[in-house]
């Protein structure tokens, strides 16, 4: 699996869009981008995921480059309960069982 | 809406004892996995079965064992416990559509 480049930690404010970026400048054709966050000692929560189409579910929006050797995760309005590390995973497939590779994540804080 | 069950959710042993975890799938989910987090680390990947198959290996000790069993349900069996086995233990479960769900956690703490 593609390995991914993400900011140690960032900070936003309550109410403020967040963009979380994440480099994957080796990844491949058949490897999709999925995002999931953990907060605090949480289970980690899946958030979405793309191959090469921007995405959009209830919780962010993806943006992947036309090159997809980036994206970027976006939180439209950031509330306190956002607070969490956000893990940019690159995986092969969309079927299957197919463990996660965690990286180091971002440590996202969103501030009052 | 359901969620994976895991049990015990906190769970104390002594050097050299051994440990049970349980993990219960959402349901009409066939594949299971298991993930270590250390203190102040990432999950690590242990191990995953699929319709009760293991699909995946990944950095599990010798000294642990799991299975998926004909409900689905998996167990993950650690025995000669070390100092070092204490963290966070996850389950996530997965359909087809391959998103993973993960449980609330195990807490391990080995004295």
């Known amino acids: 699996d593609a390995k991914t480049t993400q900011p140690t930690s960032m900070d936003c404010a309550e109410g403020r869009a967040a963009n979380l970026p994440c480099n994957h400048s080796?990844?491949?054709?058949?490897?999709?981008v999925y995002w999931y966050r953990q907060i605090h000692s949480q289970g980690p929560q899946y958030i979405i995921h793309g191959l090469k189409n921007n995405e959009t579910n209830e919780m962010a929006s993806l943006i992947i480059t036309e090159d997809r050797k980036s994206s970027t995760l976006i939180l439209p309005h950031a509330t306190l309960r956002d607070t969490a590390v956000y893990y940019c995973?690159?995986?092969?497939?969309?079927?299957?069982?197919?463990?996660?590779?965690f990286g180091q994540g971002t440590r996202l804080t969103i501030n009052p | 809406a359901a969620g994976v069950i895991q049990s015990p959710r906190h769970l104390i042993k002594e050097k050299r004892e051994t440990a049970t975890l349980k993990c219960y799938p959402i349901p009409r989910h066939d594949t299971v996995y298991w993930y270590q987090q250390g203190p102040g680390q990432d999950p690590q990947f242990l191990i995953s079965?699929?319709?009760?198959?293991?699909?995946d290996k990944g950095s599990i000790p010798d000294r642990f064992s799991a299975q998926q069993f004909s409900d689905y349900h998996s167990e993950l069996n650690m025995s000669s416990l070390e100092l070092g086995d204490s963290a966070l233990y996850f389950c996530a479960s997965s359909s087809y559509r391959d998103e993973q769900f993960f449980g609330p956690g195990t807490r391990l703490t080995v004295l």
């Open positions: 079965f699929y319709e009760k198959m293991q699909s």
């Open positions: 080796t990844i491949s054709g058949n490897e999709y």
């Open positions: 995973i690159v995986r092969a497939s969309i079927q299957g069982a197919q463990k996660l590779v």
